[in-house]
């Protein structure tokens, strides 16, 4: 069960509270923008079928808009706004599927197929954002894949987005 917070980190959190604007909507607003369609909150399995892969399931506390007292506010409105997910238009030719993991996957639509950054942690969530991003656009292939870095969240997925086959190819 959570700690109850100490009487130091209750009266610093209670005065960022007051000093923090958290009735400014603007952060869960633009976090909403070009939503397509949200993945809400189901479970994306792995390959063997024993257990979760990814699943936003067990974050409902963040629904209270409310944080306790042994969170800064500011964590928590950060957080409650990182629970908008699903498959989301930034601008033409560039999308992004956020939410099915803990880093966002940006697919941009080139002349010659897709370019994939940040193919996400494992090939399950990976396979999941490609499918949910093929409801919506036009099938095309992948042509290429980008890693931002070598964190396991930004190219685990890999073969969740191109195949062995297409790799060798």
Same mark, same amino acid.
């Given at each position: 069960? !959570?700690?109850?917070?100490?009487?130091?980190?209750?009266?610093?959190?209670?005065?960022?509270?007051?000093?923090?604007?958290?009735?400014?909507?603007?952060?869960?607003?633009?976090?909403?923008?070009? #939503?397509?369609?949200?993945? %809400?909150?189901?479970?994306?399995?792995?390959?063997?079928?024993?257990?979760?892969?990814?699943?936003?399931?067990?974050?409902?506390?963040? %629904? @209270?808009?409310?944080?306790?007292? @042994?969170?800064? !506010?500011?964590?928590?409105?950060?957080?409650?706004?990182?629970?908008?997910?699903?498959?989301?238009?930034?601008?033409?030719?560039?999308?992004?599927?956020?939410?099915?993991?803990? /880093?966002?996957?940006? $697919?941009?639509?080139?002349?010659?197929?897709?370019?994939?950054?940040?193919? #996400? $942690?494992?090939?399950?969530?990976?396979?999941?954002?490609?499918?949910?991003?093929?409801?919506?656009?036009?099938?095309?292939?992948?042509?290429?894949?980008?890693?931002?870095? @070598?964190?396991?969240?930004?190219? %685990? %997925? /890999?073969?969740?987005?191109?195949?062995?086959?297409?790799?060798?190819?």
């Amino acid at each position: 069960a !959570p700690k109850e917070a100490t009487d130091a980190t209750r009266a610093a959190n209670r005065a960022q509270k007051a000093e923090l604007p958290l009735a400014d909507r603007q952060s869960f607003d633009d976090a909403a923008r070009g #939503l397509i369609e949200p993945f %809400g909150d189901k479970v994306v399995m792995r390959t063997d079928g024993a257990r979760p892969a990814w699943t936003l399931k067990g974050y409902e506390f963040l %629904g @209270s808009e409310e944080s306790p007292d @042994s969170v800064h !506010p500011g964590l928590w409105r950060h957080a409650r706004a990182n629970m908008a997910n699903g498959l989301f238009k930034v601008t033409e030719r560039l999308y992004q599927v956020r939410g099915l993991d803990i /880093a966002n996957m940006t $697919i941009i639509e080139g002349d010659s197929g897709l370019i994939v950054i940040d193919p #996400l $942690i494992s090939v399950e969530v990976a396979r999941e954002a490609m499918l949910l991003y093929f409801k919506h656009r036009p099938r095309r292939p992948v042509v290429a894949v980008i890693y931002t870095h @070598s964190h396991v969240d930004h190219f %685990g %997925g /890999a073969r969740g987005v191109v195949s062995d086959d297409e790799v060798t190819s």
